[in-house]
Each structure stands twice: as structure tokens, then as C-alpha cells.
């Protein structure tokens, strides 16, 4: 729970709602964000980047610094890893001969790979390397091409 301050001053917190990633059709994963006043974060002695645990006590929502000795393990385990040559070698042939490109969720799928966003750097270079276009469409959603050889 966030702690009253001494001179019992009403805190403001507000939850928004935003889109994360674009998913199959027409449906979109969510995420959901706190904005917790400047001031607040500086009386708990909060920096960007602390680890925060949160629990719910009889419908309140609680959250507490976490122990420094515990963190959280991942949710997600990548289980396969791959040099970035093979990376670029499975990008290039799947979208090889898809006139229309594909998002990252469908090349993802079509290569059943464990990473939910792909590698800024890695894409960059593929810019580069063959020679990938990313266009974002109406919808916002981005598709993937590369040129036919």
C-alpha cells in the first residue's frame, strides 16, 4: 500500500490501459500502467528501474519493495538460442516469397521461435545484411518484407 504522508495530502494514481503488441486479427495484448506523482516516488526513495512486488490484501491493491536477495524468476524461459547468422538465414527464407510480407507475430509463429519482440540490433543489421523492409500499415501494425531474388 502506498503509505500516507505526515501531512495526509491525497495521493493521485491513475491507471491507463495501453496496447503492447498487435496479435492475430484484430485483437491486441494489453498492458496496464500506474502513474504515480513525482513526489511520491521521491518520498519512497523509489528510482526508475526498483524492483517492486505487489499483492492483493483484502481488495487493496498492495506493492513493496522487493528483497534485494530475491527477484522474481522470468515467466518466460527461452529455450532454444541462436547466432544471429542463423537468425537472418530463417528470416530471409521465410519471407523470401511472401509478397504481401508478415508480421512479427506470424514470422514468429512460422519459425516457433520463444522471443515475443525481436532484437532491435539484430533487425537493424537485417535492414542491412538482406536488405529487410518494415512498413507500417493503417492499423499500425507493422509487416516485414524483403525483396524477391
Known sequence: MIPFAKNKREYRVKLQKVKAYKLEGNRYQYKYLLTVPETTISELGWQEGTELNDS?????????LAPSQSRKPKRRV??????YGEFREKVKETLQYQDNGLSWSQIRAKLKLDQVVPNNKWVRQLEKDIGLMRIKQKDNQIIWRVQHV
Do not use: A, F, N, Q
Open 56 to 64: 492483493i490484501e483484502s481488495g487493496h491493491l498492495r506493492i513493496d
Open 78 to 83: 527461452i529455450t532454444t538460442k541462436m547466432t
